[in-house]
């Protein structure tokens, strides 16, 4: 059998990530579907605990890290929102941390502050799963989201990857453009207004690694060579001035018509929630892959994860 080298480790950032864990995760992760589809689950996890600790609001990480765990015979220690735990009398990250892990054997943490998931592993002796710091990163929604494209492209050979929306403040965009470049021949086209621009260093950090990046205001012109569409959300939480948020919150809007341009074998992703940037009729066409798996594939993917890291 193969070494699991996820075993007792933090999931921080997808900077941690080889084409071997990937390759690792993903296989995992095809054997919680056929788990699910035959029996719903298993026992594996009995006995062991996850807390979710989110600061932030949450719908499909929260309910999948949950469900995840259950379907593998654990537990959890469900903390939505911090209003009623002693974070809302003033206690640190670094006690709330320490309490919970004395609880439970892994702790998946949001927070609104870059970095936070990191300090939080810091202070925990139980691994520590990253699952939103700020506008810092998103490791598992990055997971899920390319483990949703190799599904349509197996060997993301020449794959040209079309971001658009909030390049600027869009986490699951800089963890999953950053997991993008360990593989070899991929082209990403960001396509933001200018003061949603992707970010410089992150950008350099790309073509360093021989990513070939475009940057684009206009949709259009990045359309025809599109294998997949990744949509985003501006981000109103990072905006401190509400009016220029409202004037950016539709700037792009995929419709049915949007779709005529793209290719017939391309997908169209979004992490979600959508607030208008995606047109509900868009849904129905084969290429819209966000409803249909990109959702249901962080459950197996946290299903995976949280097997790898807590069993050896
Ligand atoms: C994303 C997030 O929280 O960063 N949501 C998610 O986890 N699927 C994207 C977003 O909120 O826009």
């Given at each position: 059998m193969k070494t699991n080298i996820l075993y007792g480790h933090d999931i921080l950032s997808v900077d941690q990530f080889s084409e071997e864990s990937l390759q690792l995760i993903f296989s995992t992760a095809d054997n919680m579907r056929i788990l699910v589809a035959q029996?719903?689950?298993?026992?594996?996890?009995?006995?062991?605990?996850?807390?979710?600790?989110?600061?932030?609001?949450?719908?499909?990480?929260?309910?999948?890290?949950?469900?995840?765990?259950?379907?593998?015979?654990?537990?959890?220690?469900?903390?939505?929102?911090?209003?009623?735990?002693?974070?809302?009398?003033?206690?640190?990250?670094?006690?709330?941390?320490?309490?919970?892990?004395?609880?439970?054997?892994?702790?998946?943490?949001?927070?609104?502050?870059?970095?936070?998931?990191?300090?939080?592993?810091?202070?925990?002796?139980?691994?520590?799963?990253?699952?939103?710091?700020?506008?810092?990163?998103?490791?598992?929604?990055?997971?899920?989201?390319?483990?949703?494209?190799?599904?349509?492209?197996?060997?993301?050979?020449?794959?040209?990857?079309?971001?658009?929306?909030?390049?600027?403040?869009?986490?699951?965009?800089?963890?999953?453009?950053?997991?993008?470049?360990?593989?070899?021949?991929?082209?990403?086209?960001?396509?933001?207004?200018?003061?949603?621009?992707?970010?410089?260093g992150l950008q350099k950090k790309l073509t360093d690694r021989g990513v070939t990046v475009r940057t684009f205001e206009r949709l259009d012109t990045a359309l025809p060579e599109t294998d997949v569409l990744y949509v985003t959300r501006v981000q109103k939480e990072r905006f401190t001035d509400l009016d220029s948020y409202e004037k950016l919150k539709h700037c792009y809007v995929i419709t049915p018509k949007t779709l005529e341009h793209m290719k017939k074998d391309a997908i169209v992703m979004h992490p979600l929630p959508r607030v208008g940037e995606i047109a509900m009729d868009v849904d129905l066409d084969p290429r819209a892959v966000y409803i249909r798996e990109e959702m249901g594939n962080g459950m197996y993917i946290r299903m995976a994860l949280l097997k790898l890291i807590l069993l050896p």
């Open positions: 029996k719903g689950g298993d026992e594996c996890l009995k006995r062991t605990i996850m807390t979710a600790l989110f600061y932030e609001p949450s719908s499909r990480t929260f309910g999948s890290f949950i469900t995840a765990m259950q379907r593998l015979g654990g537990g959890c220690i469900p903390l939505q929102g911090v209003t009623y735990s002693s974070v809302a009398k003033g206690e640190t990250l670094a006690d709330t941390v320490r309490t919970f892990a004395s609880y439970s054997d892994v702790v998946v943490i949001r927070h609104p502050e870059i970095g936070s998931a990191k300090i939080a592993a810091e202070f925990s002796e139980k691994p520590v799963i990253n699952a939103g710091d700020g506008t810092g990163e998103h490791p598992t929604q990055a997971l899920l989201d390319l483990y949703t494209i190799t599904r349509h492209f197996p060997t993301l050979k020449n794959i040209t990857i079309t971001m658009v929306g909030d390049m600027l403040n869009g986490r699951t965009v800089h963890s999953l453009a950053k997991l993008l470049s360990i593989f070899q021949g991929v082209t990403l086209q960001f396509v933001s207004p200018s003061i949603l621009r992707f970010p410089e």
